[in-house]
């Protein structure tokens, strides 16, 4: 389904990222994952490269946003072009509305927020530029979450808040000019963000008594990496078994 895609995933060393990378290179897209730890990253390319796709690597913490241009740049570069680039990478915060302080609130914000629009950006300016003449220039994927329409005292809610109406108001700036925003917004996923304490149960509320696991959030992304999906853009896709919604 995605052969010929060239696609740049940022925060691909685990989780969701590393799920949708590996479903990315089953359905043969040549992938370069980014991420703060090249170490992490360097076995997920080798799994993606033994699935018969070039999969490279990029060392970038999204809230370095200056490198921004430059990733872009550097991912096209790699594999000779760019039509997709998923923004995955995101930080959870674990303190009660009493006790948050002022550098957990930023350090959410700087990767969550900050993060993801200057990504957005660059992946925009990158398309308007190297695909100008193209009727379709490429596509922007953002992992935000249900959170996002939830009433919310967390820094990580509240910064999920401000990716939805960030994704909505440039889905409908950008889809003019050739660009497609989607936003997929999970409900609980079975990874360290949420199963980060021993002996946690991935028990849940939902139809069939568990959270969702991240191959199920690969699925749509895949689905939304193709060209059927091109007029899908802004809303947010919730994958979270019809609760909270
Ligand atoms: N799990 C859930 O229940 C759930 C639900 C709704 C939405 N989400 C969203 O889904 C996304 C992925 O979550 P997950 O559950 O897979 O979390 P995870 O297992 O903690 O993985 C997070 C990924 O983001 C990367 N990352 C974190 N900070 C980064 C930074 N500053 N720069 C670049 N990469 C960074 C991490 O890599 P490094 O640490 O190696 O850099 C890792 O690959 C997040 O945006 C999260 O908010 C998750």
Redesign the pocket.
């Known amino acids: 389904m995605l052969k010929g895609k060239k696609i740049l995933i ?9 799920a949708i990378a590996y479903a990315y290179a089953k359905e043969g897209a040549d992938l370069v994952l ?4 090249l170490e ?2 360097q076995p997920v390319a080798e799994t993606c490269r033994a699935m018969g796709v070039a999969a490279y690597t990029i060392e ?4 370095d946003v200056k490198r921004a241009d430059e990733v872009m740049a550097k991912a096209a570069e790699l594999m000779g072009d760019l039509h997709v680039v998923l923004h ?5 915060d674990r303190e009660k509305f009493l006790s948050v302080r002022e550098e957990e609130w930023d350090r959410i914000f ?3 927020v900050k ?1 993801a629009y200057f990504c957005c950006q660059a992946a925009a300016n990158f398309y308007l530029s190297a695909h100008e003449n193209a009727d379709f220039k490429g596509k922007i994927i953002v ?5 996002g329409h939830q009433p919310h005292i967390s820094p ?1 809610g509240i910064s ?1 808040w401000s990716v939805h109406g960030l994704c909505n108001g440039l889905a409908k700036a950008l889809f003019k000019r050739g660009v497609v925003l989607q936003n997929i ?10 199963l980060w304490e021993p002996g946690k149960s991935d028990a849940y509320n939902s139809a069939f008594g568990r ?2 696991h ?1 191959e199920e ?1 690969a699925d749509l992304a895949v689905f939304l990496a193709t060209d059927k999906s091109n007029r899908i853009a802004g809303m947010p896709i919730y994958i979270n078994g019809g609760l909270n919604t």
Request: hydrophobic share 45%; glycine share 14%; net charge negative.
């Open positions: 940022v925060g691909a060393s685990r989780g969701i990222g590393e980014a991420g703060r730890n992490t990253l970038w913490d999204v809230a995955n990478a995101g930080v959870i700087a990767v969550n993060g992992i935000s979450s249900e959170c990580y999920k917004a999970p409900g609980p996923v079975t990874t360290e963000m949420m959270m969702a991240p959030i």
